[in-house]
């Protein structure tokens, strides 16, 4: 089977989402630069043409409905955006591109969590749901490519 994610670990399924987040970019036109060190956050910087430059984190989920990234490591701005890859089993990847400032407005699908005199760090996160699925659907790869060409 082509699409065999469970005979992968987290950490080559996590370096498969991002080769497979920076091929997708590549084949809209995007031009993509790699970090060097992922010490703050970001996977790589893309941009399209001559628009300004994007940061992008990218996280991938195989089997779990929760998905998050440490606040001290994602900062809400207008460029900042996360890919999120989902894997099912069997199935290519769908890729979702989500600009940073959803997170302004949570909902049941993207969430703040403060953890307030807890042992755990703030972070922002995503219920992946059937029922949530109908939000994340707005950010779809295809879609946002479309807004991100065309501003």
């Known amino acids: ?3 065999n994610w469970e005979n992968l670990n987290s950490q080559q399924i996590g370096t498969f989402a991002e080769y497979f987040v ?3 970019l590549t084949m809209h036109g995007f031009q993509v630069y790699s970090t060097e060190v992922d010490d703050r956050g970001i996977d790589f910087v893309t941009r399209y043409e001559t628009q300004p ?5 990218v996280k991938s ?7 998050f990234i440490r606040k001290d490591k994602f900062e809400l701005s207008q460029d900042m955006t996360l890919a999120l890859v989902l894997f099912q089993e069997g199935n290519e990847p769908n ?3 989500i600009p940073s400032l959803v997170w302004k407005s949570p ?3 993207f969430v703040s969590r403060d953890y307030i005199g807890k042992k755990s760090a703030p972070e922002w996160g995503l219920n992946i749901s059937q029922k949530n699925m109908p939000l994340l659907e707005q950010y779809s790869f295809d ?6 060409k065309n501003p």
């Open 143 to 148: 879609k946002m490519m479309e807004k991100l």
């Open 95 to 97: 890729l979702y591109f």
């Open 61 to 67: 989920i195989l089997k779990a409905n929760y998905v």
């Open 22 to 24: 920076k091929m997708e």
């Open 1 to 3: 089977m082509r699409y």
């Open 107 to 109: 909902n049941t699908l």
């Open 53 to 57: 430059f994007l940061p992008v984190q």
